[in-house]
T-cell receptor
Framework: DAGVIQSPRHEVTEMGQEVTLRCKPI?????LFWYRQTMMRGLELLIY????????DSGMPEDRFSAKMPNASFSTLKIQPSEPRDSAVYFC???????????FGEGSRLTVL | AQSVTQPDIHITVSEGASLELRCNYS??????LFWYVQSPGQGLQLLLK??????LVQGIKGFEAEFKRSQSSFNLRKPSVHWSDAAEYFC???????????FGTGTSLTVIP
């Protein structure tokens, strides 16, 4: 299996621009998670889906952040408009069930200037 | 509330020396326990997991961990550290209630020749 695939790996954008991060989970995994990692706050859970349905989005920082999962093999995390404080590494992870182990992608490093 | 504590922010060991990374959790029932490793610029990779049964679990790369219910601990050990083990290590707890994962703040390992 190819593992969890994230794109882009690196994104540099200017404040105010829209950013879209993409994730393809491992086939057959029913759960998908979006995490954000920063030096100051460590790993933060933003949102997770079960069978394409958002279950808990309490970690989403504010309305500028949105996440969708239109089908079992694709999810997006969108930031609009982006701000410098959104600079972080965003990880997608999938799981065959919870609380089974999470399988992480390589991450998308976002820099907002 | 559930929590995971990794009391050591940073540890330095000599190559060939033994290693123990500490992890304590707070949870009312027996949790699902995990150790992940993150190399620079990479995603998190699962080292080992404990769900039930034998409290000493073996993982990849020569790591092992022991679940001690009385101490609410799940410490990671390796008898002889290699330079390639230098990375960030995260302890995580999975709980059935709310299907949540909780990550510790991580321990950064430096290996000196």
């Amino acid at each position: 299996d190819a593992g969890v695939i994230q794109s882009p790996r690196h994104e540099v954008t200017e404040m105010g621009q829209e950013v879209t991060l993409r994730c393809k989970p491992i086939s057959g995994h029913d759960y998908l998670f979006w995490y954000r990692q920063t030096m100051m706050r460590g790993l933060e859970l933003l949102i997770y889906f079960n069978n394409n349905v958002p279950i808990d989005d309490s970690g989403m920082p504010e309305d500028r952040f949105s996440a969708k999962m239109p089908n079992a093999s694709f999810s997006t995390l969108k930031i609009q408009p982006s701000e410098p404080r959104d600079s972080a590494v965003y990880f997608c992870a999938s799981s065959p069930g919870t609380p089974r182990e999470l399988f992480f992608g390589e991450g998308s490093r976002l820099t907002v200037l | 509330a559930q929590s995971v504590t990794q009391p050591d922010i940073h540890i330095t060991v000599s190559e060939g020396a033994s290693l123990e990374l500490r992890c304590n959790y707070s949870y009312g029932a027996t949790p699902y326990l995990f150790w992940y490793v993150q190399s620079p610029g990479q995603g998190l990779q699962l080292l080992l997991k404990y769900f039930s049964g034998d409290t000493l679990v073996q993982g990849i790369k020569g790591f092992e961990a022991e679940f001690k219910r009385s101490q609410s601990s799940f410490n990671l050990r390796k008898p002889s550290v290699h330079w390639s083990d230098a990375a960030e290590y995260f302890c995580a707890v999975g709980v059935l209630t709310g299907n949540q994962f909780y990550f510790g703040t991580g321990t950064s390992l430096t290996v000196i020749p």
